[in-house]
């Protein structure tokens, strides 16, 4: 209680979440978004393909069908690199940030001590790439819980230690 | 009068007779097939047999029964602070509830119970969305004593300091004058002027079940389809829509005032050492518990006739684990006129929520709303039209009224869009008709989202969310600038105190 004060603050001089630099994903993990992209389409492109061989009626629409596939595949490909583009995470020494969204810009910030529980997820591709998931989850549902994707195993199993050491320490 | 919760006790013993209509109730609902073959197979051959069953089966539900209310016991384990519940005739279950993940003990009483005089407890906790636990018939004084018991154990472990010195015992806080109690002629005021919509829907809901209905029984060959459209689209269809309409809002005043009595009759709210203990509802009393340290949202909606008659709505929202159930979990005040609306905030705040920095919306949340509920609907309805349903384009009119009204509701819900911020409140302004100021304390924000739409960089304006345990606040397409500084600010507060958001 000594040590008590209670000055204005400056609500300038604050530290701005804005400001801060984010961290981009790991380079694997858009080597993992091009996995996944490739097993959809070709999951997409087989049953193009049965399509044309079983159906006579869409034979005759087969080039524009063709061009259509792929279109599609070239949009989502590009928008898939813009969201690995604009996905990046930040800690800070109170709070984590992270930012994601293609055409809108989301940032959402959870500080340490409104954190309820952190956990590590390794998918079964991710495991030979060397990458983990980071979930952090509040008591604010599911909208304000955090997933960082893409983080290198040893760095994630340390940000993991981190934050736990952090939740630890409001306790 | 002080009951040894210690050692495990039984229900009420009439309460075998609840067990017995649940157990009649749960059978019923598994066996209904069963039920209905039977009656419809009921001839000479099978009758004795039926006639044999009936009081087998009665017999054997009341044997279950009366085994369900032996092998249903509760105790509170005072060595390791949990509730226990003990339950099953052959699977036996045994239910611990550590005594302060306890959220809301709710006593209530179903017609049936109200008949037998016994009352039923639940117990829930912040983890699931079911009741955890749920004692179906004791006796209102142990109700009230077991209650009292668990939340008062509650306090004892979560805040040791200051809140368990005030103690209170029971029976004071029963024979305590209700604080607020909302009279019959406030319900009659909220029926007359509320949930306009929600009535219109059950209502057309209703309409389209019955012409459903009848054009099915037509296909039947008992009414001629056609002939009973005629009947409806020559000659007096003006008169009869005229006379539709007016008989259309005396039903949703009906059913409103019906509704809103029936849910609420009887609205008593009582003070229990700082907590507020509300008691409500006409067939089957409900009664729940609202702790000022777990409220997280609290909305307060008015529309212009309740402005007149001096009445508001109070929603309470308290932390819970899920989204869907926040919802559901919101604790409805109906018509509290202005004093008591202050003094329920005043207890549940500590002060009454002053407004202060008013954020608006830019213009083209407008034109976003207009876009999404006017242009699009309507560029939708002519690509329909003109391409394969041309009789479609008669309904002109129907356009022209839906397309003033949803403007007027675009207009105002623009204008009524506000987001007020003073240092320990932020106010949410939302709403056309019914106008509703969602309040939150920054302490009790989880998280802060901020979204920005790449083309409204250089316009500074953009988008905020507050995740509360209680769902979310947003406000859209305002000065970025000043929501940047004041997540700021909320972030600030946030982490530098240690307040408790629950």
Redesign the interface.
């Given at each position: 209680m000594e040590n008590f004060t209670n000055e204005t603050?400056d609500?300038t001089q604050?530290?701005?979440?804005?400001e801060v630099p984010f961290t981009p994903l790991h380079p694997n993990y858009w080597k993992l978004t091009l996995i996944h992209l490739f097993v959809l389409f070709l999951i997409l492109a087989t049953a193009l393909g049965f399509g044309l061989v079983f159906n006579d009626e869409l034979i005759l629409y087969q080039w524009n069908l063709i061009v259509a596939a792929a279109v599609l595949m070239l949009l989502v490909l590009i928008f898939s690199r813009i969201a690995f583009r604009k996905k990046g995470f930040a800690f800070r020494n109170?709070?984590v940030l992270f930012r994601s969204?293609i055409?809108?810009?989301?940032?959402?910030?959870?500080?340490?001590?409104?954190v309820q529980h952190v956990a590590l997820h390794e998918g079964f591709i991710s495991r030979y790439l060397g990458l983990a998931k980071i979930e952090i989850f509040?008591?604010?549902?599911?909208?304000?819980d955090?997933e960082i994707p893409g983080i290198e195993k040893i760095q994630a199993k340390n940000i993991k230690q981190l934050l736990m050491g952090k939740i630890q320490k409001q306790l | 009068m002080k009951v040894d919760f210690s050692q495990p006790q039984r229900q009420s013993s009439i309460g075998v007779l609840i067990m017995f209509f649940d157990t009649i109730q749960e059978y019923g609902r598994a066996l209904w097939p069963l039920i209905v073959i039977g009656i419809f197979k009921f001839d000479d051959a099978n009758r004795l047999y039926i006639f044999l069953s009936i009081p087998i089966i009665f017999i054997t539900i009341g044997i279950i029964a009366y085994l369900k209310y032996r092998n249903f016991t509760f105790f509170i384990d005072n060595e390791n602070s949990e509730f226990v519940v003990t339950e099953g005739v052959f699977n036996k279950t045994r239910t611990t509830i550590q005594l302060h993940k306890i959220q809301q003990v709710n006593i209530k009483q179903s017609l049936l119970q109200r008949i037998i005089g016994v009352h039923a407890l639940d117990v829930d906790t912040a983890g699931t969305n079911d009741k955890e636990v749920s004692i179906k018939a004791v006796s209102h004084e142990l109700a009230l004593n077991l209650k009292s018991v668990l939340l008062d154990n509650i306090r004892k472990v979560s805040e040791n300091e200051t809140v368990a010195s005030e103690s209170f015992d029971v029976q004071n806080a029963i024979s305590e004058q209700p604080f607020i109690s909302i009279s019959f002629l406030s319900l009659l005021k909220v029926g007359i002027t509320s949930n306009y919509i929600r009535s219109l829907g059950l209502l057309l809901a209703f309409f389209v079940t019955t012409y459903d209905y009848i054009i099915r029984f037509s296909n039947h060959g008992i009414i001629n389809e056609d002939q009973f459209i005629n009947y409806f689209d020559k000659g007096f269809v003006m008169r009869f829509v005229g006379i539709l309409i007016v008989l259309l809002l005396a039903a949703i005043l009906i059913i409103n005032i019906f509704r809103t009595i029936v849910k609420f009759f009887n609205y008593q709210i009582t003070k229990q050492s700082g907590s507020l203990l509300l008691s409500f509802g006409l067939f089957a009393t409900k009664s729940t518990i609202i702790k000022p340290e777990k409220v997280q949202i609290i909305s307060v909606t008015q529309n212009y006739f309740q402005k007149k008659f001096d009445i508001l709505e109070l929603k309470i929202k308290q932390a819970t684990s899920g989204e869907k159930e926040a919802r559901k979990q919101a604790i409805e005040i109906p018509g509290c006129n202005k004093n008591e609306h202050i003094a329920i905030l005043k207890l549940l705040f500590g002060e009454m929520p002053g407004k202060g920095f008013m954020l608006k919306p830019n213009f083209r949340k407008l034109g976003f709303a207009v876009f999404l509920t006017i242009v699009l609907p309507l560029v939708l309805f002519y690509l329909v039209a003109l391409n394969g349903a041309p009789n479609l384009l008669e309904y002109h009119y129907g356009v022209a009224v839906y397309v003033v009204f949803m403007g007027i509701i675009q207009y105002f819900s623009f204008r009524n869009n506000r987001l007020f911020i003073n240092d320990r409140f932020i106010i949410k302004q939302s709403g056309a008709w019914d106008i509703s100021n969602e309040i939150i304390e920054p302490h009790r924000i989880q998280a802060i989202t901020t979204s920005q739409l790449f083309w409204h960089k250089s316009l500074n304006i953009g988008s905020i969310t507050l995740h509360t345990a209680g769902g979310n606040v947003g406000f859209q397409l305002g000065n970025f600038e000043k929501i940047r500084n004041y997540a700021n600010l909320w972030l600030y507060e946030m982490e530098t105190s240690d307040s408790n958001w629950m």
């Open positions: 603050i609500t604050l530290p701005r979440f804005e109170h709070d969204g055409i809108a810009t989301n940032t959402i910030v959870i500080p340490y001590n409104r509040t008591a604010g549902g599911s909208s304000s955090i | -």
